[in-house]
Structure formats: structure tokens, C-alpha cells
């Protein structure tokens, strides 16, 4: 089951709240409405300007699900001249653009409408199915809902955005759970052609957390769940697995085509206790597979003209400046 070339994509992680109306058992990303929970503007282009300096393509916006609901919030984000976080993405966006930087957003669950009005700046988004099945660590999740979370990857099809979701492994389901969760992912494919990349992500437990002490998925179970996605999902899927959550040198070897987004200076805030390898370190962990940078957005979906013009431009320079020989580790 070896395939030939492992993708990544060079970016930076740019949490701009933590402040979250869901309450995952697994979470240690989401805050109450506090001092630094909403990262500032001037933080926000230091990073971009450096990730752009570092050879970085991708900005990667990741938060909390709809913080405007959560009281004390939209008077915080006010201070900083914003009424909504999605204004504040938006302009964000903009400047990751201006600086040669893709926009990729999960914010968690979006309307139609707002996905609408993010696809002019984003070249592509995301949105973790998470699982199917029913899960006491959604209890206090509404977004975790499966229908919720279906409906919005059916809009995102609907509008021809390229898409990445995933399954998060150890969360109270079965093996049985995990193949409906792909299966379903595939249906969704099947109607709409927009799923670039399909996540398998092991659960990490965080100290004070409500699974703080919940059992983690081992190596051969991870393996069997991506050998799984591989015989499920469509060959234009991509297999993802985050290079700092697993053991991935060993599980390169079990279907996966893709090592997700790696960053030379940010942090992964969701699972900021796994530092992401080194770039350099990435031909290792592919092994003997031919180790290739990509951008967020997949190249069928580049040749479809699946994204909107105002990227065209950057999308272009980006395509040519990752294919140009020479630009190696830490180009
Ligand atoms: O650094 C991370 N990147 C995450 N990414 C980013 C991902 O690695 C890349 O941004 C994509 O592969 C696009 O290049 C996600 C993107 C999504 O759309 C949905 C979920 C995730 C989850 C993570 C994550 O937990 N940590
Ligand atoms: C951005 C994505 O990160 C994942 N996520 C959230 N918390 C954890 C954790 N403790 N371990 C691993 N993945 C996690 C979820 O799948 C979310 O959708
Ligand atoms: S995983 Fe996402 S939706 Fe769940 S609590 Fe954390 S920030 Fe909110």
C-alpha cells in the first residue's frame, strides 16, 4: 500500500480566538472570555509577514465555533474595531493575500451564507466531520451535531469549495463508527467532487480536560483506520495524518498520501504539547516515498477554477514557485 508521493503544505497557524459557544471533552484550545483570547491585529501580520519571509504558502485561520454567542465576547472583539470574528478573518484574508499567503479557514460550523462571503479570500476551508456517531464528548457540542456538521461540508459542496475534513480517532467510537464517518465523507464527494482531503487524527488527551485520562488510539488501530480510509475514500481523496500527532513514519506505509499543513514558526495551538517536525525532518518521515510541497488548495481543483479570481493571481505565482527545482528544505 505504499504510495509514491507524500504532500505537505508550508503554513502558519493563526488562532484568532480561542472563545468557543461548544464545549468538546477533548479541548484544551477554548477559553472564557479573557485577557488575550482574541489575538490582536499587529500580532496577526507579525506572523504572517514572518511565516512569508520563512517560504510559507498558507495562512491557516483555526477558532472557536460562533465566540460572538458567548457574552463579553463581541465587546472585546469591538475594541479592536470589529463587530463579527468572520469581518475579522475576512480582512485577515486579505493581508495574508497581499503577502503571498493562501487563506485556509475552519472556523467550525458557518452558514451558507458566510461561506459564500469567506470563498472570495479563502483558497480553501475545512471542517472536521469529527464522527458520525453519537458521543458524550459532544454533550455540550451542538455543533459537534453530525447533521449540523454534514450540512455544512453539503454547503461548501453546493458553493465548489475545496474542502478538507477528517475523523478524530478515540472519542468514544467504535471501528464501525469510523467506516459510516468515511463513508459518509465519500457520499458527500460523490455529490459534490469538493473533498480535497480527508483528516485522520488521533485524539491527544489534555490535562484538565474531561477525557484527560481517556485511553488513546495505538499505532496498529490508527493504521487500520487509515488503511480504512484509504479503501473507502475515492483515489482523488487524499489520506491526511498529522505528522506530530502519531507515529507517522510508521503509519506512511498504511495508505497515506499527505502530512497536512507544517509550520516552520507557528505552533499547532490545538495540540500545542506536539511540536511539528522540522520541515528537513519530513523526507524521513516519508521514507522512501517522494516527499512534495503542495498548496491548500489541491491542483485538480486549481485546474477546475475552483477558486475565486481575486486568488487567481497569488494561486499562479504559488503553483510555479513550489514546482521550481531547488526549493528544498527550508527554501
Ligand atoms: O495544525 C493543525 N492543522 C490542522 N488543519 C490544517 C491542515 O493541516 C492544513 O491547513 C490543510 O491540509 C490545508 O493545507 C486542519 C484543517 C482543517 O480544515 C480541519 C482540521 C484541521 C486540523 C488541524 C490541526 O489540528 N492542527
Ligand atoms: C481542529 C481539530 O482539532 C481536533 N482536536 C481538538 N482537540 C484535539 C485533541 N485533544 N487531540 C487531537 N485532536 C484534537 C478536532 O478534530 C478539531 O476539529
Ligand atoms: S474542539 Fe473546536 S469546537 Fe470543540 S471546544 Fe475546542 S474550539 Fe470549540
Known amino acids: 500500500m505504499h504510495r509514491r508521493v507524500i504532500t505537505f503544505s508550508r503554513n502558519a497557524f493563526l488562532p484568532l480566538t480561542t472563545v468557543c459557544i461548544n464545549r468538546c471533552g477533548y479541548c484544551c484550545f477554548r477559553t472564557s472570555v479573557r485577557e488575550g483570547c482574541i489575538m490582536p491585529p499587529d500580532e496577526a501580520i507579525r506572523t504572517l509577514d514572518a511565516s512569508a519571509g520563512l517560504g510559507c504558502t498558507e495562512a491557516l485561520f483555526t477558532f472557536g465555533e460562533r465566540p460572538g454567542a458567548v457574552p463579553g465576547f463581541a465587546e472585546m472583539l469591538g475594541r479592536l474595531g470589529y463587530a463579527d470574528i468572520l469581518d475579522y478573518v475576512y480582512d485577515l484574508s486579505l493581508a495574508a493575500i497581499e503577502r503571498d499567503l493562501l487563506p485556509h479557514t475552519n472556523a467550525g460550523i458557518l452558514t ?78 460523490r455529490r459534490y467532487g469538493h473533498i480535497q482531503e480527508v483528516i485522520v487524527q488521533n485524539f491527544c488527551p489534555k490535562p484538565a480536560t474531561p477525557m484527560a485520562d481517556a485511553p488513546v488510539p495505538g499505532t496498529s488501530e490508527i493504521c487500520a483506520t487509515i488503511t480504512l480510509a484509504r479503501e473507502v475514500l475515492p483515489a482523488d481523496v487524499a489520506v491526511q495524518i498529522p505528522p506530530n500527532l502519531a507515529d507517522a ?80 528544505e527550508g527554501a
Open 112 to 189: 451558507y451564507e458566510e461561506l459564500d462571503r469567506l470563498r472570495e479570500v479563502n483558497a480553501s476551508m475545512g471542517l472536521m466531520l469529527e464522527t458520525t456517531a453519537d458521543v458524550a464528548a459532544h454533550t455540550d457540542s451542538p455543533g459537534k451535531d453530525p447533521a449540523v456538521r454534514i450540512e455544512m461540508i453539503e454547503n461548501a459542496g453546493r458553493l465548489s469549495i475545496p474542502f478538507t475534513t477528517g475523523i478524530l480517532l478515540g472519542i468514544g467510537e467504535t471501528m464501525e463508527d469510523r467506516e459510516e464517518s468515511l463513508r459518509v465523507i465519500r457520499d458527500l464527494h
Open 249 to 328: 513514519e510508521h503509519l506512511v506505509g498504511c495508505g497515506v498520501d499527505d502530512l497536512g499543513g507544517v509550520s516552520p514558526l507557528t505552533i499547532d495551538y490545538v495540540n500545542p504539547e506536539h511540536p511539528w517536525p522540522q520541515i528537513d525532518e519530513l523526507q524521513r518521515v516519508a521514507g522512501d516515498a517522494e516527499l512534495r510541497e503542495r498548496l491548500c488548495i489541491y491542483p485538480q481543483y486549481i485546474e477546475k477554477g475552483w477558486y475565486s479570481p481575486q486568488l487567481e493571481p497569488l494561486i499562479r505565482r504559488l503553483a510555479e514557485k513550489i514546482a521550481a527545482p531547488g526549493r528544498g
